[in-house]
């Protein structure tokens, strides 16, 4: 059977080598520039430690490359891809074929892999395999898929399959700093890039008392979901179907949850593998381990593995 990698994002470089000693076999890091939605900021110096931190314990290091460009960026991708190259990255994330347009301007050889990952259009194998085709090994599936479209994607992809299993998924972007711009238009201060995931900003939806966390950087407005994905107790489906990795995102989380959390699933995992009976035995002491993790305010869900999510 199938070993699924697992796949976390750490918010710093000072992060890695605890999450690595939970279990983790790779890691999601990037530059906020260039990459969507990202646990952490890494710099150029940052990402090349992660790296020598990373494969010294053989874990693999993923650099996100999924933002939205525009057009006065494009000039800037191929010397970023050549840097990641250069330091031996395992892959590069992406969504914008741009990025494999300026990968072949570097080399049409290059050794480096590339994940596509749009966040929401991945939900096909047909698509998944259209991408394959055109350079990509892994597709990044989309959130809003069930547990049946998954299974079935894995049956007949050519090419790697990623899917969250943990954390705040994305529910809307846009590239205008929404919040920021309302602010400014009525004279209040709200410096929106760099540190504005810090601040505590929410969409209220009063009817079903639910709170979307709200925050602005150089890629734009971000809404995220009012709660927290959690599938450790129903994991045996995607590893019978042989689905290659689970990801576990630490969006807005400190390192001390992305650790435990990492170290509950590291379990989880091996003890299905290992003997399935106690694995089904432990579920209910997994969900119960992750609510007492679980920030105040901020429950778990299925996400749309089950079509129980409505927002």
Not at 40 to 62: P, S
Not at 212 to 224: A, F, L, R, S, V
Not at 227 to 235: A, G, Q, R, S, W
Not at 270 to 294: A, G, H, M, R
Request: net charge negative; hydrophobic share 40%; charged share 30%.
């Amino acid at each position: 059977m199938n070993k699924p990698e697992l796949l976390v994002t750490p918010t710093c470089v000072e992060d890695i080598e605890s999450i690595v000693h939970a279990g983790a076999t790779a890691i999601m890091i990037g530059e906020e520039r260039y990459g969507l939605r990202l646990a952490g900021d890494f710099n150029r110096t940052q990402v090349e430690e992660a790296v020598r931190i990373a494969h010294k314990n053989h874990v693999k290091v993923y650099v996100a490359m999924n933002a939205i460009f525009h057009n006065d960026l494009l000039p800037e991708l191929p010397d970023y891809i050549k840097f990641l190259n250069d330091i031996k990255v395992d892959s590069i994330v992406f969504g914008d074929p741009a990025v494999l347009m300026a990968a072949r301007e570097v080399s049409p050889d290059l050794p480096i892999k590339f994940h596509w990952n749009t966040e929401t259009t991945a939900t096909n194998w047909y698509t998944a395999n259209y991408w394959g085709r055109k350079g990509a090994s892994r597709a990044v599936l989309a959130r809003e898929l069930n547990m049946d479209s998954i299974i079935e994607i894995k049956e007949n992809a050519k090419v790697e399959i990623e899917v969250q299993v943990h954390g705040m998924t994305c529910m809307f972007q846009s590239k205008r700093t929404l919040i920021g711009n309302y602010m400014e238009f009525q004279g209040k201060d709200l410096k929106v890039e760099g540190r504005s995931k810090d601040r505590s900003l929410f969409l209220h939806d009063p009817e079903r008392d639910a709170k979307y966390p709200i925050w602005e950087d150089k890629n734009g407005t971000h809404i995220m979901s009012p709660k927290d994905i959690c599938i450790i107790d129903e994991l045996e489906e995607m590893i019978d179907a042989g689905v290659d990795s689970f990801k576990i995102d630490g969006i807005l989380k400190d390192s001390e949850y992305i650790q435990k959390i990492t170290a509950l699933y590291r379990e989880a995992i091996d003890l299905y593998l290992t003997n399935p009976d106690e694995y089904d035995d432990k579920k209910e002491y997994y969900i119960e381990t992750v609510k007492s993790l679980q920030p105040p305010n901020r429950d778990i869900d299925t996400g749309f593995f089950f079509k129980e999510t409505v927002y």
